[in-house]
């Protein structure tokens, strides 16, 4: 009689090449998934870096699109002339700050509200890495993370750059700038 040999279960061999094999495949979907988390935290910090400086940018342009560069000054004499005091305030509300050809950190400049009169001086500019606007007594905070705020002015034309920064999982500092190009009358 010849007895016959059972094939059911595994031998040593097998069940150790099997183990290597699939403790190798762990350790590879494991680096796979660390990198992963890794860049996916990367692209969410750099995204909402420049969602963080587009929105400031916009917030400016949005303010400077009923400014003027002689706000009550109609005649560009620089004095308070009659008839020119539209908000009865007594002062020449012509805060404009910078000069045709120029680049500056801060804003300063005048809006026009309903009613055809003018505001107070409002100005932006970065303080301790946030972006401010500052219009008499009040402050208030736009964007914090800015490394740069530089607004150009050539003519009519007005040139914002915002660089805004934050730091991912890793501890790596991503930066975006966000540019933003608007006209200003007079």
Known sequence: ??????????????????MAIGVTLLLIATQLTTETTRLSSSAFVRSSVFVRASK??????????????????????????TGE??????????AWNLADGT???????????SGW???????????N?????????????ICRGIEQFAVTRSGGEIAIALRSSGRDSAGRTWAETAERR?????
Do not use: P
């Open 103 to 113: 680049s500056a950190a801060t804003l300063t400049f005048n809006n026009l509200q």
């Open 56 to 81: 400031a940018a916009d917030l400016v342009v949005k303010d400077l699109q009923t400014s003027s560069f002689l706000g009550e000054d109609r005649n560009g004499n620089g004095t308070l002339d």
């Open 129 to 141: 890495g946030t972006l401010v606007r500052l219009e008499g007594a009040n402050t208030r905070e």
């Open 85 to 94: 005091d539209s908000n009865g305030n007594g002062v020449l509300d012509a």
């Open 1 to 18: 009689m010849i007895r016959r040999r059972t094939t059911a279960g595994f031998s040593i061999v097998e069940v150790t090449i099997a």
């Open 182 to 186: 608007l006209y200003v009358r007079n």
């Open 117 to 127: 009169t003018w505001t107070s001086a409002i100005t932006y500019t970065v303080q």
